[in-house]
C-alpha cells in the first residue's frame, strides 16, 4: 500500500482514489446510470456458422456498438470506475468525485437497436468485400437484469472467385504494367475487392515512378460480373467515367511524363550546410519525376538529427518540367537530461545519479554530440561501500558512422579498484522502406586496469582454480560486432500484431592472436600473448531476441518473448572478461530475482562478500510471457511468467553445479511469476513489477526448489519488487 500512498500524494490523488474504490468495489451495480427504460449492452459477440476461415475479430471491427471495456474478458473496471460516482451531487465534494468518477471511467453503452440494425448492414458489406455475396446476418439477443448479451450470428454460404481478369484501357503503358505478373488479381483465387484497391494503387505507383506524376489510383476502375450462377466473378479493369469527359489539355497532363527542371531548398533561419541536404536529397535536375524518390528524400531528411519536419512540393513548369521546393524545418537542437534513482540488490542499498547532455547539430552538418555522465554509491551488507563514476562522449555523423570514448571508474574499498577504458568505432546502415537494420561495431577497444586489490580478494580469486581469476587481472579486450535487428511493425497500423527480432555477433582477438602467433611473440606463464605486456580476450559470442507482440484488441496485448546467448572463450583466454559475462535475474529477465543473484545453474549462493562476483555465465536462457491491460491512457496493468537461467561453459570449482549439461539444464531453469503496473507519463513509462519465485533450482539439493508456503516460500527470500523506466521487452 505505501506504493499506492505515493501516487495518491501526487497532483491526480483523487483520481488514483478513485481507480482504489474501483478496485475494491468493482461489484458494484453495473446498470446504476442506465435509463429505467434502456438496457446496457453487456456482450457483443460475433460468430461465424460455417467458415472457420473468416475472422471474427476483424468482423468486430465493423460493428457500431460494442460493450464496455473489459479486462480479462470480464472485468469491466472502467464502468465500475464510472459507477462509483454519487448520485446525489448537492455539495462540493460530491460533485468533484462525480466528476473525477466520470472523467476517469467509462460511461455504460446502452444498447440501441438502430445501431444494431447499421452493425448488421456493415457485417454484409464486410462480407461481399471479402467475395461472399450470399452471406446472411442475423442476431440472437438474449435479456436478463437489464442486460443484453447480443450476438451477431454471420452465415457465410459459398464464396465466389475470380474466373476472368481483363484489362481494357487503351493506353499501351498502363495496359502493358496491368497486364503484368506482378498482378495482384489471379484468375482461380477468392474475390476480394482489398486485392482490387491494391492492384489499382500498384498500377498507379509504377506510372508515377515512370514520371506520369498526374496518375491517381481514382482514375481506374473495375466492374465485377458475377450473374453467372457457378459462384465465379469476371473482373474488368477499364479507366474512370470521367476521364473520358476531360479537355484535351487535362489529357494531355496523364499522357506526359515530367523531369525535374530545379531544387531549391527553404529554412525560416539556415542551420544546415546546403551540402548536408543535397547530399540527403534523392531528387536531382534533370531527372524523370519518380515518386519512389520522393519518399526516400523524406526518409533521409527526416532522420537528420536537427530537422523537425520535410515538406516536398512540386510545381509545373511549362509542358514537361517540375520545379521542386524542399521546405526544412528545424527542431530542437539542444537537450538535456538528467536521472535519479535508488537501488536494491542483494540487501544492499544505493543511490545514483546521471546526466546526459546532446547537441544534434554541433557542426552545421546533422552531426549528433552526445555526453554523458553518471555516478553512483552502494552501501554494502559487510559493512563496506561501492563507488562507481562513468562518462562518455560520442559523435554520430550523417553518414551513420559513430565514434565514442567512455571511462568507468569503480572502487569497491573492501576488494578492489578497477577502471576501465574503451574507445569505438561504428556504423549503421538501414534501407528506406526495409525492416532490417544493420550495426557495425568495426572496432571496439576496451582495457581493463586493476590498480590496486585487497589480500583477501586476490587469494580468493587470484588461482588458477578460480573462474574470475583471469577477469580481475589487467586485460584488453578488441572486439568487432555485429547487430541485425528486423520488425514487422508498422506506425500506420499500430493496432496490428508484429514481431521484433534481433541477432547479435561479437567475437575478440582474433587478428591479434594471428600477428601474435606470425610474430612468434613470448607469452606469460599462462601461456597466452600479450599486447603492451597485458593479456587480450580472445572470445565468440552470439545472441538471439525474438519477441512478438500479439494485439488481441488495442487495449489487450499478449506478448512473448524468447533470448538466448552463448559465448565461448578460446586460444588466448580462458574465461570470458568479466565484463562480458551473462548474469540472470534483474527488472528485464526472471523478475522473481534481484539483477545478477540468480544462477549460474543450480548454485546456491551461500553468502560471503564476494558471492555477487560468482553469479555469472556463459550461457543465458530468457523466456517470458507478460498480458497487458490498458486501463487508462496513463495506466496500465500486468500479469507475467518468467522462465530462465545462466550457465558456465566449463566445469568451475568456484560455482559448483554452475555447467550446463544436457540431461541436466532443464531441471536448472527457474520460474517466476507476477504482477506490474505501468505509469505512461508519454515521455516515459515507469514500470513497477512484483515477481515472485516459483521453481528456484539453487535449492534443488534441498527438496524444496518449488516455492510453496509447505517448502517456506517467505517475503525476503521469494518476492521481489522492481523498479525500472520502459517496457522489458
Not at 464496455?68 to 462540493?92: C, H, M, R, S, V
Not at 531544387?263 to 551540402?275: A, G, S
Not at 530542437?332 to 537501488?343: C, F, H, K, P, Y
Request: aromatic share 14%; net charge positive; charged share 20%.
Amino acid at each position: 500500500m505505501q506504493i499506492f500512498y505515493y501516487f495518491c500524494t501526487l497532483n491526480m490523488r483523487n483520481k488514483v482514489f478513485i481507480l482504489l474504490l474501483a478496485v475494491l468495489f468493482c461489484a458494484c451495480n453495473t446498470t446504476k446510470f442506465v435509463p429505467q427504460d434502456k438496457y446496457l449492452l453487456n456482450k457483443a459477440y460475433v460468430k461465424c456458422t460455417d467458415d472457420k476461415s473468416v475472422s471474427t475479430s476483424d468482423l468486430r471491427n465493423y460493428l457500431r456498438q460494442r460493450q464496455n471495456t473489459e479486462i480479462l474478458g470480464f472485468w469491466k473496471l472502467q464502468l465500475d470506475i464510472y459507477n462509483t460516482a454519487p448520485t446525489d451531487t448537492t455539495t462540493k465534494s460530491k460533485k468533484r468525485l462525480a466528476h473525477n468518477a466520470f472523467k476517469m471511467g467509462e460511461a455504460p453503452v446502452i444498447y440501441d437497436e438502430e445501431l444494431t440494425s447499421i452493425s448488421m448492414q456493415q457485417l454484409r458489406q464486410q462480407m461481399n468485400n471479402m467475395g461472399y455475396f450470399n452471406a446472411k446476418v442475423d442476431t440472437v439477443k438474449k435479456i436478463k437484469n437489464r442486460k443484453v448479451n447480443l450476438t451477431y450470428l454471420v452465415t457465410a454460404n459459398e464464396p465466389y472467385y475470380v474466373r476472368t481478369y481483363t484489362v481494357d484501357i487503351p493506353n499501351d503503358s498502363i495496359r502493358l504494367i496491368a497486364q503484368s505478373d506482378r498482378c495482384v488479381i489471379k484468375p482461380g483465387e477468392q474475390f476480394s475487392t482489398k486485392q482490387l484497391d491494391e492492384e489499382r494503387e500498384r498500377i498507379a505507383t509504377v506510372l508515377r515512378n515512370r514520371g506520369y506524376f498526374y496518375f491517381e489510383k481514382s482514375m481506374l476502375e473495375f466492374t465485377a460480373d458475377s450473374a453467372l450462377g457457378t459462384h465465379q466473378v469476371d473482373i474488368r479493369i477499364h479507366p474512370a467515367e470521367y476521364i473520358l469527359h476531360l479537355d484535351s489539355a487535362a489529357l494531355q497532363r496523364l499522357r506526359t511524363r515530367f523531369y525535374i527542371n530545379e531544387v531549391t531548398f527553404k529554412m525560416d533561419k539556415p542551420f544546415l550546410r546546403k551540402n548536408t541536404l543535397r547530399h540527403a536529397c534523392r531528387i536531382r535536375e534533370g531527372q524523370r519525376y519518380a515518386e519512389w524518390r520522393v519518399e526516400r528524400t523524406y526518409a533521409r531528411m527526416n532522420a537528420l538529427a536537427p530537422v523537425k519536419y520535410v515538406d516536398i512540393a512540386f510545381t509545373p513548369v511549362g509542358d514537361s518540367l517540375l520545379d521542386c521546393a524542399i521546405t526544412v524545418s528545424k527542431g530542437r537542437l539542444n537537450s538535456i537530461s538528467a536521472e535519479v534513482e535508488g537501488t536494491y540488490s542483494a540487501g544492499d542499498w544505493g543511490v545514483a545519479a546521471g546526466v546526459n547532455y546532446s547537441n544534434k547539430n554541433i557542426f552545421k552538418g546533422a552531426e549528433v554530440l552526445s555526453i554523458g555522465a553518471r555516478a553512483s554509491y552502494e552501501w554494502r551488507s559487510d559493512g563496506g561501500r561501492a563507488i562507481e563514476a562513468k562518462g562518455e562522449i560520442g559523435l554520430l555523423f550523417p553518414s551513420n558512422v559513430k565514434v565514442s570514448i567512455a571511462y568507468n571508474y569503480q572502487q569497491r574499498p573492501s576488494e578492489y579498484t578497477r577502471s576501465i577504458a574503451n574507445a569505438g568505432l561504428g556504423y549503421m546502415y538501414h534501407k528506406p522502406g526495409s525492416r532490417w537494420t544493420h550495426q557495425f561495431g568495426l572496432i571496439d577497444i576496451n582495457y581493463i586496469y586493476v590498480p590496486w586489490m585487497s589480500d583477501e580478494f586476490r587469494n580468493r580469486f587470484l588461482n588458477r582454480s578460480s573462474v574470475l581469476a583471469a577477469s580481475y587481472d589487467d586485460h584488453f579486450i578488441v572486439d568487432w560486432n555485429y547487430l541485425a535487428t528486423f520488425t514487422t511493425f508498422d506506425p500506420r497500423h499500430p493496432h496490428r500484431s508484429y514481431l521484433q527480432l534481433g541477432m547479435r555477433a561479437e567475437t575478440a582477438g582474433n587478428a591479434l592472436y594471428l600477428l601474435s602467433y606470425m610474430a612468434t611473440l613470448p607469452k606469460d606463464d599462462k601461456g597466452h600473448y600479450m599486447l603492451w605486456r597485458i593479456p587480450f580476450a580472445q572470445y565468440a559470442k552470439g545472441d538471439i531476441n525474438f519477441t512478438y507482440h500479439g494485439v488481441i484488441t488495442p487495449k489487450h496485448h499478449l506478448v512473448g518473448h524468447l533470448g538466448l546467448g552463448v559465448a565461448v572463450p578460446y586460444l588466448n583466454a580462458d574465461v570470458l572478461p568479466f565484463e562480458k559475462r551473462y548474469f540472470g535475474g534483474g527488472a528485464n529477465g526472471i523478475r522473481g530475482w534481484q539483477s545478477r543473484t540468480l544462477g549460474p545453474g543450480s548454485f546456491r549462493n551461500v553468502g560471503g562478500a564476494y558471492a555477487y562476483d560468482l553469479q555469472v555465465g556463459d550461457i543465458k536462457l530468457d523466456m517470458n510471457l507478460e498480458y497487458r491491460y490498458k486501463v487508462l491512457r496513463f495506466l496500465e496493468l500486468a500479469a507475467f511468467l518468467d522462465a530462465g537461467n545462466i550457465w558456465t561453459i566449463r566445469t568451475y570449482d568456484s560455482q559448483p553445479g554452475g555447467v550446463f549439461l544436457w540431461d541436466q539444464f532443464y531441471k536448472q531453469i527457474a520460474w517466476s511469476y507476477g504482477v506490474g503496473i505501468r505509469f505512461d507519463f508519454s515521455i516515459f513509462i515507469f514500470r513497477v513489477d512484483f515477481g515472485v519465485k516459483l521453481h528456484d533450482p539453487s535449492r534443488i539439493a534441498e527438496g524444496k526448489q518449488w516455492r510453496t508456503a509447505h517448502n517456506g516460500l517467505g517475503w525476503k527470500d521469494d518476492m521481489t519488487f522492481h523498479f525500472a523506466i520502459g517496457y522489458p521487452f
